[in-house]
């Protein structure tokens, strides 16, 4: 599995991202936004962080970065994309994904540890997983309140796409549960093909039981095979 | 020139004729004001330099002591951290998120120009009541301002301190401290040396935003503060986070001689300190300095504080090295003048010498003032009040909760939620323990961090209440199973001008200063913020201490909390605590009074000791200190995950012994099967530790020889604690 990285400027995470598959025993290289191919690479991460500040609107700019179009060929071509935080912000602004990531319910910044259900685990992504498993991961985000239209959200749900929902500890995927105000808890969701996944929550940073966990290590061990 | 023109610029009509004096010659109105501000109080630290000298400064650790942008410590295997604390007082009064924004952002630069990768941001905030709505708001922009700033450049908020009195209503304390890892080959050091090298500046444009803030900060807030609102500058993290990384490539690049943020009084500042610490002289045509807005006078030019930019000289021939860093990143680089061996800083504009002034007068030669200081009434009669008639005034359950809903005492969730703590996935120990805990990557090691100042001692004893931030930042950095390396420092008071502050400056710097020999633990440098005064009143004395620890095996990162049922649990120093300044007289009694026992700093140290050799041998399961609210506190605070029971000895008075304050008590857990070398270690080194009881159940529950203290449910008692800020903040 060859790796890239893409490192926007305001990118945060993509060291974190280059530090998980450190542990999980792989190397990625880091590709700085200003290159134009993604050839040769199997998996592109777009990592968290604030790209261009997340001025404008988040991960409005970043879409314009001179690597996206051949990301989206990627894409196109069924290779794997893995947006996280605003990675997933990114994805949805591009078009690779539907919907759009809104102002948290609460309009505050949240980073606190949070209970995930595993919705769909027949994807390349998650298949490490048990089908319903609740995984424990961190989210980090003001803008991560998931929206779609009623057609959309239909789409999604009756095609399985919703691949991991924000729910209790109890597992519920109810108000309690749902830390931001997404449309039916969603967390992460993946394209018609199963090939682009965005997800709001960072499994980089449950990858180690010292940093709060091994929760996330499941789709890095999905994604190795 | 009037003499309104220098006086209102904040130099005295004295310092005026030493100026003149010094320059044989009248001073340009430029002149005046780069002489204004570099003679602020707030540049020149003019009334504190002779206090501060009498800090405890080297070590077999310290790389770089005060002086610089930020201290350096030595912690093995070629590799250093830096830090420092500063403080955003004055701007986060009257434009909170900005004003903490900015606060955080400045100390950031003052981190990675040292050529260190900034890892950490503490913050130890103070305000007014949140009973006042002014209050509530600044507290909320102040928040926002912090997480806004450090979440999109990337640097988790890993920690701090937060205390709500009404000495701080209308003057809240925002300070900010920054920690960075770097390796001993890339220390880098804000000095322009070599004639003939250039001088370049990076970064942001340069505009009219902050001129003036380091005067105004030198000044009491008044009504009129309000209007000083341009002197508030405005944070871009996205451009800093740019800033940032393009810095550390020149660093490492091995292409920079000396580098340098500009914070304080821009471009003034940043050139005469460098040039100072060279011993060299800096020549700059402003013509070139790039700006943001049109039209600006070189007075404007000097005195502007746009933020995210810095000062960097370049060896000769480097010039396009560092525009290529830049350039990729985005930023702009641009030569603006070169180093000189005359000793000058020399403006020109338009081909013409604006200004001419002998960098010496501006750094080394600054006045030094030696204020008179005299001890307040207050002290006197607050130390007489007798506190033996306490009674509680509601049940020990009552009170427990009601102190579990102070917002001083509650947990700090509702503000670290918005910061993100985990970001560079090396957070070990998150915020709400004793301490903050980071990873040193690939090196096995760990760095514990803290804030600490109980502000309210310090108003009633400075002296013991400098001592006791020092020592309280120990014991937290000790319960983490880390050892205290060394201290910064942020000197929060009111006006020096006032002999009775002067008094309490002196005071608590003492008090700094002999717990931190009792400790050994430098200090490598700080800040100090003085006027901190509105028309009402003069804050609480506030020295705050910024502490790092290290764990030399992060393996034996010791829990702040119960982490299961089942567990001896043990009462380590005196069973009854002191009433005198504690939380519980303040909220129930309104007492702010009460006499303080001299601070045994060598006992505190031995009882240090202890904790660290009993975690270094694997005997504690949890550690944790009793301080704010008390024994019942501490234990509320334990029982994240697991009830608790404790047993006094018989016949404890329950007021001191669940509510009382004071130093070197501490909860310990002792791990399965260890609890007797537990007690064989404290016998040796005659430590007063007793078995009070075991963790389990659902219940906290205290009694004293088997009589009944109080209890109450876990869940009930955690729920105060952890939702009682919250709530006050969306109410």
Redesign the interface.
Known sequence: MKIGIVRF?????E??CL??WRVMGCEADMLWHRETSVRGYDLVVLP???S????LRTGAIARFSPIMPDVIRHAREGGLVWGICNGFQILTECGLLPGALLRNAGL?????PQCLRVENNATVFTRAYAPGQIARM?I?H?EGNYYIDAAGLEELESEGRVVFRYVSADGAADAAGNPNGSVQNIAGIISREGNVLGMMP?P??AV?Q???GEDGRGMFRSLLG | MEAQVWREMGLSDEEYAAITARLGREPNYLEVGIFAVMWSEHCSYKTSKPVLRRFPTTGPRVLQGPGENAGILDIGDGLAVAFKMESHNHPSAIEPYQGAATGVGGILRDIFTMGARPVAVLDALRFGPLTEESNKLLFRGVVQGIGGYGNSIGIPTVGGDVYFDAAFSGNPLVNAMAVGLLRHADIATGAARGAGNPVMIVGARTGRDGIHGATFASVELTEESESRRSAVQVGDPFMEKLLMEACLELIQAGVLVGIQDMGAAGLTCSSAEMAGRGGSGIEMNLDLVPRRETGMTPYEIMLSESQERMLVVPKTGCEARVEEVLTRWDLEATTIGRVTDDGLLRLTEQGRVVAEIPVAALTDEAPVYDRPAAQPAYIAELRAADLSGLRLRLSPEETLLALLRNPTVAAKSWVYRQYDHQVGTNTAALPGGDAAVLRVRGAGKGLALTTDCNCRLAYMDPYYGGAWAVAEAAQNIVCTGARPIGITDCLNFGNPEHPEVFWQFTEACAGVTAACLAFDTPVTGGNVSFYNETPERAIYPAPMIGMVGLLENIGKICPNVFTSAGQDVFLLGETEGLLAGSEYASMFEGLVAGALPPLDLAALRARLEFILTANERGLLAAAHDITEGGLAVALTEMAAATGVRVDLPAGSAVLPSLFGEGPGRFILAATAGAERELAALAAEREQPLRRAGETGGEELIVTAGGAPCFALPRARCRAAYENALGDIMLA
């Not at chain 1, 505050?108 to 606190?112: K, Q, V, Y």
């Open positions: 400027p305001g990118s945060n995470c060291t974190d530090e998980a968290g962080g604030f261009y500040g997340d001025y505050s910044f949240i980073c606190a961190p980090n003001g960072h980089e940073r180690e010292l940093i709060g």
